[in-house]
């Protein structure tokens, strides 16, 4: 029987304290103003949630053209920025922690959300399915494989996101290596079919990965800067033909950098692909090993207490319960999360969930 107890065990994640180990998911809302700027209402969001662990911060934009969603926020501009500060600033009023998840859309963007710029990605392999945009949904288009020397911008936009997120205020950045979008579309040979030097085997599928890990900890230092990947989610058409193997050799490469964590997720979200991740990297990666998907209280304490993992990410639990903190301390009842209004705008189904 797991003891509730691990779950609310302090953690050090790198450079940063956690006073448990529930963290809150990068989750996706799409609450963002005109020019992806983060309002009150985001503020109002997080700060709300602020009794978790760590807040791991939705998708952000790292540079312009780089939307894949109508309004999520972005950390390019100086209003971006001054509007995150908010959100810091009222967070850390709080009590809680906060990094940021600085990110590109790569094949997942669409022109209709870029000013009419064609999406870029490792491969011109377009994703097999629909987004909403203005005008409705509408197939994802053939993107356009980045060119080599292209490649040094997209490094530097994630540098620069990461200065402008410091300038912010938050507590660190994690770089999002996860779910088809851009650096993730390099790393999985299903997306990556280019040869050079980012193409072919697997430490030149990752390359443009830890080129950015490493500009980031530039800004950062290491012990700030966390990682996320998805090695067998199928989201936005993605597959690799080796999960496990490449997960492995990702956690022996990863200890070259004492980053403050690894987030990885563990499963697939339609079930397509399947096996074992989270043992790999375990035995292999000698970080801070956090995992997220599908867990319930129980089974993220037990994994904790049989040192599986060091912390568990949730992310629907976190929409609807402000508070998951406390009800899980307390077993209490969850409020069931309501899917109509994951993505609409305004405070519905995202700020007024009620709190014990």
Known sequence: MASIDTLFSPLQLG?????NRIIMAPLTRARAEAGHIPGE???????QRASAGLLIAEATMAMEHGSAFISEPGIYS????????????????????????????????????????VPVAPSAIAIEDEVHTPDGKKPYTVPRELADDEIPAI?????????????????????HGANGYLLDGFLR????KRSGPYGGPLENRA???????????????????????????????????????????????????DLAYWHLMRTDFFGIQSGDVVTPAREHYQGKLITNMGYGRDEA????????VDAVAFGVPFIANPDLVERFRLD???????PDTFYSPGPEGYIDYPTL
């Open 78 to 117: 100086a209003e971006q920025i001054a509007g995150w500060k908010k959100v810091t600033e009222r967070v850390h009023a709080a009590g809680g922690r906060i990094v940021l998840q600085i990110w590109h859309g790569g094949r997942a963007c669409h022109p209709d959300l870029n000013g009419g710029r």
């Open 207 to 257: 390359r443009l990965l830890f080129e950015v890990l490493e500009a980031v900890i530039g800004v950062y230092g290491s012990r700030r800067v966390g990682l996320r990947t998805s090695p067998l989610n199928s989201f936005n058409s993605m597959q690799d033909s080796d999960p496990v193997g490449m997960t492995t050799w990702l956690a022996q490469q990863l200890n070259q950098y």
């Open 15 to 19: 450079d940063i304290q956690l006073p």
């Open 41 to 47: 209402l985001i503020a109002e969001h997080y700060a």
């Open 155 to 175: 490094v530097e936009g994630f540098r620069k996101a990461a200065e402008n997120a410091k300038e912010a205020g938050f507590d660190g950045v994690e770089v």
């Open 332 to 338: 209490a009842e969850l409020n069931e999360a309501n």
């Open 189 to 192: 040979d299903g997306s990556n």
């Open 301 to 308: 304490s037990l994994s904790i207490q049989n040192n599986e």
